[in-house]
Structures are given as C-alpha cells and as structure tokens.
T-cell receptor
C-alpha cells in the first residue's frame, strides 16, 4: 500500500540555519503531496502542497518540490526562526484520505 | 470564520465505558474525516464521510468503533467498551469536496485517556 517515510527527529538548529526535512513516499500513480505543521498546543495546519510532478509548494519561506524520479518531497527553509519550532508531517493523498509520515520535531534555539 | 470544532477537548474514562466524540465541520464542507494520533501509531485515518454516507471506513480498528454524520454536518465518533490502547488524540477534519486538491482543515482534537 501507499506509505510515507520521513526523517526522525528531533532536528535541533540554531536560528538562521538552513533546514531540510527528508520525506519519501511509496505510491501507485502520482498522488498529491502535503506538508502539515503542528505548533505547540495547536491543531494541524496545512503548510504547503504540490499536486503533480515537478510542482513546487511554498509558504512562509518553506519550500518542497515534488520529485517523481526520487519519489521525494523534502521540506526546506533557508533561514529558520525560533517560531518555526513545531512538528512537521509529510503526507500524501490516497483516494479520499491522507496518509501521514511519523512526524519530525524541529527545535530552533536563539 | 469558524474552523472545525471538536468536543470535548479532553475526556478521561474508565476501561470498558463507552465514549462519544463530536465534530462540527466548517459550514458548507461536504467531506469529513476522522483521524487518530497516538504515540505508537502516529497519525492514522479512521473514516471518511461524503455527506451523510461513509464510503470509506477502512481505518476503523475494530467493531467497537463507529461513526455517524447527520444533516451533512455534525459527526459523532463512538467507541464502545474502551480499552487502554484507545488512548489517543482523535482529530476531525473537513474539506469543501473530496478532490485531491481540496485542503483538509483540522480541528484541535479530543484527547482521550482510558484508565
């Protein structure tokens, strides 16, 4: 079946460092791909998405490119802030439902 | 505007009791989803509604779990004879439609603790 694998955390960075969180998927066809973020004490929010190969999703300085050759959707940000500290989930759309990765906790220190 | 709301926010119950969790989706959203977030299993899909019907119940872990949706709006997830392994955060989401590009908006969740 379809699945998502993302790097384990926690990822600990200093403010203004470069961030990469790896995500790879296994799927039949070309599903839509998503990154969701869960800030402390808050619900899941959509961060960005890409619906077809080579699409780049972007939001709040975060980017991810849908790579069908490597079945990947890595999340990147050039300069993280303390306020980016959260848990990040990679997900794919499998017909009607989302299939999530295990989540990666990001901690950014000043 | 109002987002997805869930109640209660926290529920503590004793093993063997039944519990009901409620979800109020965003007005006008026809699709509604239930997920479960637990330490051992991560985020898992439970059930999907389109209108009042549930074309996909494949994620319900056992026959102790059931859900219904009435009036194309409010949904209730019922867990009968709760077990300790049912302890988790139960998340509800809704979307305008069920196309792959429709964003799913999540509620804050109900944290269920089974003693």
């Amino acid at each position: 079946g379809n699945s998502v694998t993302q790097m384990e955390g926690p990822v600990t960075l200093s403010e203004e460092a470069f961030l990469t969180i790896n995500c790879t998927y296994t799927a039949t066809g070309y599903p839509s791909l998503f990154w969701y973020v869960q800030y402390p004490g808050e619900g899941l929010q959509l961060l960005l998405k890409a619906t077809k190969a080579d699409d780049k999703g972007s939001n709040k300085g975060f980017e991810a490119t849908y790579r069908k050759e490597t079945t990947s959707f890595h999340l990147e940000k050039g300069s993280v802030q303390v306020s980016d500290s959260a848990v990040y989930f990679c997900a794919l759309r499998d017909t009607d439902k989302l299939i999530f990765g295990t989540g990666t906790r990001l901690q950014v220190f000043p | 505007g109002a987002g997805v709301s869930q109640s209660p926010s926290n529920k503590v119950t004793e093993k063997g009791k039944d519990v009901e969790l409620r979800c109020d989706p965003i007005s006008g959203h026809t699709a509604l989803y239930w997920y479960r977030q637990s330490l051992g299993q991560g985020l898992e899909f439970l059930i999907y509604f389109q209108g009042n019907s549930a074309p996909d119940k494949s994620g319900l872990p056992s026959d102790r779990f059931s859900a219904e949706r009435t009036g194309g709006s409010v949904s209730t997830l019922t867990i009968q004879r709760t077990q300790q392994e049912d302890s988790a955060v139960y998340l509800c989401a809704s979307s305008l439609g069920d196309f792959s590009y429709n964003e799913q908006f999540f509620g804050p969740g109900t944290r269920l603790t089974v003693l």
